[in-house]
Protein backbone atom coordinates (compact mmCIF):
# COMPACT_ATOMS: atom_id res chain seq x y z
CA UNK A 1 0.00 0.00 0.00
CA UNK A 2 1.00 3.54 -0.76
CA UNK A 3 2.23 5.82 2.33
CA UNK A 4 3.39 9.69 2.36
CA UNK A 5 5.05 10.72 5.20
CA UNK A 6 5.72 14.46 5.74
CA UNK A 7 8.13 14.36 9.21
CA UNK A 8 7.51 18.28 9.49
CA UNK A 9 3.85 19.52 11.06
CA UNK A 10 5.17 22.92 11.55
CA UNK A 11 7.98 25.10 10.44
CA UNK A 12 8.29 28.79 11.29
CA UNK A 13 10.75 30.72 9.24
CA UNK A 14 11.65 34.83 9.00
CA UNK A 15 11.31 36.19 5.34
CA UNK A 16 14.07 35.70 3.31
CA UNK A 17 14.73 32.68 5.10
CA UNK A 18 15.36 29.38 2.69
CA UNK A 19 12.92 26.76 4.16
CA UNK A 20 12.76 22.80 3.06
CA UNK A 21 9.64 20.88 3.48
CA UNK A 22 10.36 17.03 3.62
CA UNK A 23 8.52 14.06 1.91
CA UNK A 24 8.75 10.49 1.83
CA UNK A 25 6.89 7.93 0.27
CA UNK A 26 6.30 4.44 -0.08
CA UNK A 27 5.22 2.53 -2.94
CA UNK A 28 5.64 -1.23 -4.82
CA UNK A 29 4.73 0.17 -7.77
CA UNK A 30 7.11 1.35 -10.08
CA UNK A 31 5.12 3.74 -11.98
CA UNK A 32 4.01 6.83 -9.93
CA UNK A 33 3.60 10.11 -9.48
CA UNK A 34 4.28 12.83 -6.87
CA UNK A 35 2.39 15.71 -6.62
CA UNK A 36 2.94 18.80 -3.79
CA UNK A 37 0.12 20.97 -3.01
CA UNK A 38 -0.33 24.28 -1.42
CA UNK A 39 -3.81 24.66 1.11
CA UNK A 40 -4.17 28.28 2.04
CA UNK A 41 -6.37 29.71 4.78
CA UNK A 42 -9.60 30.07 1.95
CA UNK A 43 -9.07 25.80 1.80
CA UNK A 44 -8.32 25.38 -1.91
CA UNK A 45 -5.65 22.83 -2.84
CA UNK A 46 -3.42 24.92 -5.25
CA UNK A 47 -1.10 22.60 -7.43
CA UNK A 48 2.39 23.05 -7.26
CA UNK A 49 4.34 20.28 -9.13
CA UNK A 50 3.85 16.82 -10.56
CA UNK A 51 6.76 14.21 -11.27
CA UNK A 52 6.46 11.05 -12.07
CA UNK A 53 8.84 7.97 -11.36
CA UNK A 54 10.84 7.97 -14.33
CA UNK A 55 11.54 11.35 -14.07
CA UNK A 56 14.48 12.21 -11.60
CA UNK A 57 15.64 15.80 -12.83
CA UNK A 58 15.30 18.45 -10.39
CA UNK A 59 13.13 21.11 -11.30
CA UNK A 60 13.44 24.85 -10.69
CA UNK A 61 10.34 27.28 -10.80
CA UNK A 62 10.91 30.66 -9.37
CA UNK A 63 11.71 30.42 -6.01
CA UNK A 64 10.30 26.64 -5.60
CA UNK A 65 12.97 23.87 -6.09
CA UNK A 66 12.00 20.26 -5.98
CA UNK A 67 14.97 17.55 -5.42
CA UNK A 68 13.45 13.86 -6.20
CA UNK A 69 15.59 11.21 -5.15
CA UNK A 70 14.24 7.52 -5.83
CA UNK A 71 17.49 5.81 -3.91
CA UNK A 72 15.91 7.65 -0.84
CA UNK A 73 12.35 7.59 -1.75
CA UNK A 74 12.02 11.08 -0.99
CA UNK A 75 10.34 14.15 -2.72
CA UNK A 76 11.60 17.26 -0.78
CA UNK A 77 10.31 20.81 -1.70
CA UNK A 78 12.81 24.17 -1.10
CA UNK A 79 11.15 27.77 -0.79
CA UNK A 80 14.00 30.06 -1.64
CA UNK A 81 13.57 33.50 0.35
CA UNK A 82 10.52 32.91 1.75
CA UNK A 83 7.78 35.43 1.81
CA UNK A 84 4.70 35.82 4.34
CA UNK A 85 2.34 34.72 1.00
CA UNK A 86 4.10 31.31 1.31
CA UNK A 87 2.49 30.62 4.89
CA UNK A 88 -0.15 27.88 4.26
CA UNK A 89 -0.23 24.19 4.84
CA UNK A 90 1.81 22.41 2.11
CA UNK A 91 0.66 18.58 1.18
CA UNK A 92 2.94 15.96 -0.57
CA UNK A 93 1.00 13.51 -2.25
CA UNK A 94 1.39 10.44 -4.63
CA UNK A 95 -0.56 8.37 -7.13
CA UNK A 96 0.18 5.56 -8.42
CA UNK A 97 -0.31 3.87 -11.74
CA UNK A 98 -2.69 0.82 -10.76
CA UNK A 99 -3.04 -2.45 -12.46
CA UNK A 100 -4.59 -0.70 -15.81
CA UNK A 101 -1.84 0.98 -16.67
CA UNK A 102 -3.26 4.24 -15.24
CA UNK A 103 -6.76 3.63 -14.75
CA UNK A 104 -6.15 4.75 -10.51
CA UNK A 105 -6.27 8.33 -9.95
CA UNK A 106 -6.07 7.94 -6.37
CA UNK A 107 -4.24 10.56 -4.57
CA UNK A 108 -2.94 9.64 -0.90
CA UNK A 109 -1.54 12.73 0.75
CA UNK A 110 0.73 13.55 3.57
CA UNK A 111 -0.74 14.83 6.54
CA UNK A 112 1.03 18.09 5.69
CA UNK A 113 3.64 20.41 6.98
CA UNK A 114 1.92 23.96 8.30
CA UNK A 115 4.58 26.56 6.83
CA UNK A 116 4.68 30.38 8.90
CA UNK A 117 6.62 33.01 7.61
CA UNK A 118 7.03 35.84 9.82
CA UNK A 119 7.80 39.09 8.15
CA UNK B 1 -11.51 29.53 -17.95
CA UNK B 2 -13.45 28.44 -14.47
CA UNK B 3 -11.97 26.12 -11.55
CA UNK B 4 -13.69 23.77 -9.77
CA UNK B 5 -16.98 24.90 -7.78
CA UNK B 6 -18.05 23.20 -5.16
CA UNK B 7 -21.89 24.01 -3.93
CA UNK B 8 -22.60 25.08 -1.18
CA UNK B 9 -19.29 26.32 0.74
CA UNK B 10 -20.79 25.66 4.23
CA UNK B 11 -23.57 23.19 5.48
CA UNK B 12 -24.72 22.93 9.15
CA UNK B 13 -26.83 19.85 9.57
CA UNK B 14 -28.09 17.70 12.48
CA UNK B 15 -26.62 13.62 13.28
CA UNK B 16 -29.25 11.24 11.13
CA UNK B 17 -30.10 14.16 8.51
CA UNK B 18 -28.88 13.28 5.12
CA UNK B 19 -26.55 15.94 3.10
CA UNK B 20 -25.74 16.24 -0.40
CA UNK B 21 -22.80 18.09 -1.96
CA UNK B 22 -22.38 19.48 -5.08
CA UNK B 23 -19.21 19.80 -7.97
CA UNK B 24 -18.78 21.12 -11.27
CA UNK B 25 -15.56 20.33 -12.67
CA UNK B 26 -13.61 22.41 -14.95
CA UNK B 27 -14.80 22.37 -18.33
CA UNK B 28 -13.61 19.61 -20.47
CA UNK B 29 -12.64 17.72 -17.20
CA UNK B 30 -13.97 14.27 -17.23
CA UNK B 31 -12.54 13.20 -14.03
CA UNK B 32 -13.79 13.87 -11.03
CA UNK B 33 -12.79 12.83 -7.57
CA UNK B 34 -13.90 14.20 -3.51
CA UNK B 35 -11.59 13.83 -0.51
CA UNK B 36 -12.36 14.48 3.01
CA UNK B 37 -10.06 16.16 5.10
CA UNK B 38 -10.31 15.87 8.85
CA UNK B 39 -7.44 17.61 11.32
CA UNK B 40 -7.36 13.54 12.70
CA UNK B 41 -7.44 12.09 9.50
CA UNK B 42 -5.76 14.33 7.34
CA UNK B 43 -6.84 14.30 3.51
CA UNK B 44 -8.62 10.96 2.75
CA UNK B 45 -9.85 9.61 -0.99
CA UNK B 46 -13.73 8.67 -0.96
CA UNK B 47 -14.30 8.38 -4.60
CA UNK B 48 -13.55 8.86 -8.18
CA UNK B 49 -15.82 9.12 -11.37
CA UNK B 50 -15.02 8.92 -14.81
CA UNK B 51 -18.04 8.82 -17.69
CA UNK B 52 -21.00 8.61 -15.22
CA UNK B 53 -19.17 5.05 -13.56
CA UNK B 54 -17.48 4.96 -9.82
CA UNK B 55 -14.05 3.62 -11.25
CA UNK B 56 -12.36 3.92 -7.37
CA UNK B 57 -13.51 4.10 -3.58
CA UNK B 58 -11.59 4.62 -0.62
CA UNK B 59 -12.48 3.09 2.92
CA UNK B 60 -15.77 4.89 3.63
CA UNK B 61 -18.63 3.09 5.02
CA UNK B 62 -21.48 2.53 2.28
CA UNK B 63 -23.37 6.12 4.18
CA UNK B 64 -21.06 7.90 1.42
CA UNK B 65 -22.18 7.42 -2.19
CA UNK B 66 -21.88 9.65 -4.80
CA UNK B 67 -22.74 10.20 -8.48
CA UNK B 68 -21.67 11.79 -11.82
CA UNK B 69 -23.83 13.25 -14.34
CA UNK B 70 -23.54 13.19 -18.27
CA UNK B 71 -22.37 16.51 -17.80
CA UNK B 72 -19.46 15.88 -15.41
CA UNK B 73 -20.85 17.45 -12.89
CA UNK B 74 -20.77 15.71 -9.43
CA UNK B 75 -22.95 15.03 -6.37
CA UNK B 76 -21.97 13.10 -3.40
CA UNK B 77 -24.45 12.13 -0.39
CA UNK B 78 -23.42 11.35 3.00
CA UNK B 79 -26.68 9.67 4.45
CA UNK B 80 -26.96 9.18 8.67
CA UNK B 81 -24.63 12.18 10.19
CA UNK B 82 -22.73 11.11 12.65
CA UNK B 83 -20.44 13.64 14.85
CA UNK B 84 -17.30 12.37 12.84
CA UNK B 85 -18.88 13.29 9.32
CA UNK B 86 -17.71 16.77 10.25
CA UNK B 87 -14.92 17.87 7.59
CA UNK B 88 -13.58 19.45 4.92
CA UNK B 89 -15.00 17.96 1.57
CA UNK B 90 -12.60 18.40 -1.08
CA UNK B 91 -13.66 17.91 -4.67
CA UNK B 92 -11.05 17.72 -7.45
CA UNK B 93 -11.15 17.62 -11.51
CA UNK B 94 -8.84 16.31 -14.23
CA UNK B 95 -8.69 16.29 -17.64
CA UNK B 96 -8.75 12.17 -18.09
CA UNK B 97 -8.68 9.50 -16.15
CA UNK B 98 -5.81 7.27 -16.68
CA UNK B 99 -3.71 9.80 -18.04
CA UNK B 100 -1.53 10.50 -14.92
CA UNK B 101 -0.05 13.23 -16.88
CA UNK B 102 -2.40 15.33 -15.56
CA UNK B 103 -2.70 16.78 -12.24
CA UNK B 104 -6.11 17.28 -10.45
CA UNK B 105 -7.74 20.59 -9.55
CA UNK B 106 -9.19 21.20 -6.74
CA UNK B 107 -12.35 23.57 -5.38
CA UNK B 108 -12.50 25.27 -2.29
CA UNK B 109 -14.27 22.64 -0.80
CA UNK B 110 -17.60 22.55 1.61
CA UNK B 111 -17.50 22.64 5.18
CA UNK B 112 -19.92 20.25 6.73
CA UNK B 113 -20.58 20.76 10.33
CA UNK B 114 -22.87 18.36 11.90
CA UNK B 115 -24.51 19.03 15.25
Known amino acids: AQKVTQAQTEISVVEKEDVTLDCVYE???????LFWYKQPPSGELVFLIR??????QNEISGRYSWNFQKSTSSFNFTITASQVVDSAVYFC????????????????FGKGTLLTVNP | KAGVTQTPRYLIKTRGQQVTLSCSPI?????VSWYQQTPGQGLQFLFE???????NKGNFPGRFSGRQFSNSRSEMNVSTLELGDSALYLC??????????????FGQGTRLTVV
Open chain 1, 27 to 33: TRDTTYY
Open chain 2, 27 to 31: SGHRS
Open chain 2, 49 to 55: YFSETQR
Open chain 1, 51 to 56: RNSFDE
Open chain 1, 93 to 108: ALSEAGNSGGSNYKLT
Open chain 2, 92 to 105: ASSLALGTLNTEAF
